[in-house]
């Protein structure tokens, strides 16, 4: 059987209320509905001028489950 993994894509913009918020709500799905697949989560931002980087920056170093992308 091949492994699958599941990319789960969130664009941002000036979203630093919001992200942790996201970020909660699919792990916790992840955790209580399908605890056996594997997953990534990509936030993908758009020059964000709040403290949004400086959030997912902090994610990135805490879970390697999560990807960064900061359009410029």
């Known amino acids: 059987m091949v492994n699958?993994?599941?990319?789960?894509?969130?664009?941002v913009f000036n979203e630093e209320k919001n992200v942790m918020v996201a970020y909660n709500?699919?792990?916790?799905?992840?955790f209580s509905q399908l605890k056996n697949?594997?997953?990534e989560v990509i936030f993908t931002d758009n020059h964000s001028d709040d403290k949004t980087e400086q959030i997912l920056e902090e994610l990135c170093d805490r879970d390697k489950k999560v990807k960064y992308i900061r359009f410029k």
């Open 37 to 39: 697949l594997e997953y």
């Open 25 to 30: 709500k699919i792990n916790d799905f992840f």
């Open 4 to 11: 699958k993994k599941i990319s789960i894509i969130i664009p």
